[in-house]
């Protein structure tokens, strides 16, 4: 940790050497020892805050952005970009004049001021009934396109001979920019674990490389002799889609040394469990139960994700411990006490299977008398 001098320190040392050598004089506001030195100080203070900066950059425990990625990259890691959503298979149903066609290229567009656009990928043509099928895809990248089935679509201009447009399948995929948290955690479990030869922290780690994967657990021979099982956990505490956990077992496949054959590599998306909060706190002044229940999720969340990490495979199931979610409310900022506090209607740790993902529910928060 570097600590820098505040301004009025520097400008204290500044004047304490300038009496040492002038000998003594007034150096109140408005003297001329005064006016000189002040904006020397000032200057000298933002060059410390420049090398205070340049110092953290160099860190991975403290650097952000572009500066990040410069310090994982002597690990050899790479910031994941986000990817676009997309229809997997010819779901989006048009209806109209018969021959007509949708050209590629062709814009539509979600309702409300707000709208995600997308675009048809291919050039699609209305059977004799007047009726067809298309792929669709975002034309930006990023998780909130990820629509699903039954969400309505607009064309951006008008088409000729097109009565109708459903979407009759979810968009998958689509994944956000990997965050300055995310690659920070991925960097130290690279580093922190021995991964080689295939062994089960190199499937973590091949499992990381992959948009929308944020976390995994691997299990050997489970499913048989010289089998792996990888289960994934995706962005922002979710279940990885079916696109998703498909890329990440093309590139495990693609990485991994001579082993089991393909039929032997098992990579499934972690099953969903919704866990529910209950308690009653005491707030400080000026915070409102609004904001403390906000903070208190996320960092349920945060501790979700911690349970997904790489254990051996003999941990048939994970315990969310009461106690330590207790901890962690208590830590909120403005909470200044709580009690009763229960996950799913119990006092007690809850688990989680191998193969599960525990999801945060509902977090009720109320006023503690």
Do not use: C
């Not at 970009?81 to 989006?92: D, G, N």
């Not at 962690?328 to 006490?337: I, N, Q, R, T, Y």
């Not at 996950?343 to 688990?351: A, F, L, P, V, W």
């Amino acid at each position: 940790m570097i600590a820098i001098p505040t301004e009025e320190e520097i400008f204290s040392r500044l004047i304490s050497n300038y009496l040492a050598i002038a000998g003594p004089m007034n150096v109140d506001e408005g003297t001329i020892p005064y006016d000189f030195l002040k904006p020397v100080s000032l200057e000298f203070y933002y060059a410390y805050q420049f090398i205070q900066a340049l110092y953290y950059a160099l860190w991975v425990e403290y650097a952000e952005g572009e500066n990040l990625d410069l310090a994982v990259s002597v690990a050899g890691i790479e910031r994941k970009l986000a990817t676009k959503a997309q229809l997997t298979l010819p779901q989006l149903k048009f209806v109209g004049i018969p021959n007509s066609e949708i050209r590629a290229g062709t814009r539509f567009m979600t309702e409300g001021i707000s709208p995600l656009f997308f675009v048809v990928p291919e050039t699609v043509v209305l059977d004799s009934n007047g009726v067809g099928f298309g792929l669709l895809e975002a034309e930006q990248a990023g998780a909130a396109w990820k629509i699903t089935a039954g969400t309505t679509l607009l064309p951006v201009n008008t088409i000729n001979g097109l009565q109708s447009v459903e979407l009759l399948g979810n968009l998958e995929g689509g994944t956000d920019d990997e965050s300055d948290e995310e690659l920070r955690n991925r960097y130290w479990q690279k580093v922190r674990r021995r991964a080689t030869s295939g062994n089960g922290a190199h499937y973590i780690e091949w499992a990381l490389e992959v948009p929308g994967v944020a976390a995994a657990r691997v299990f050997e021979n489970v499913d048989g002799p010289n089998t792996v099982r990888v289960v994934l956990l995706g962005q922002n505490g979710t279940s990885p889609d079916s696109t998703i956990v498909e890329n990440a077992r093309r590139h495990i496949l693609s990485q991994r040394p001579l082993g089991p054959g393909d039929d032997g590599i098992f990579v499934m998306a972690a099953l969903p469990k919704v866990f529910n909060f209950y308690s009653k706190v005491r707030l400080l002044k000026n915070y409102s139960m609004e904001e403390v229940t906000a903070s208190y999720k996320k960092a349920l969340q945060s501790y979700f994700t911690e349970l997904m990490e790489y254990e051996d495979v003999e941990m048939a199931s994970r315990t969310i411990i009461r106690t330590k979610t207790g901890a962690l409310l208590h830590s909120v900022s403005g909470v200044e006490d709580y009690d009763e506090l229960t996950i799913n209607g119990e006092m007690t740790n809850q688990t989680i299977d191998s193969f599960e993902i525990p999801v945060v529910g509902t977090v009720t928060l109320e006023v503690m008398i």
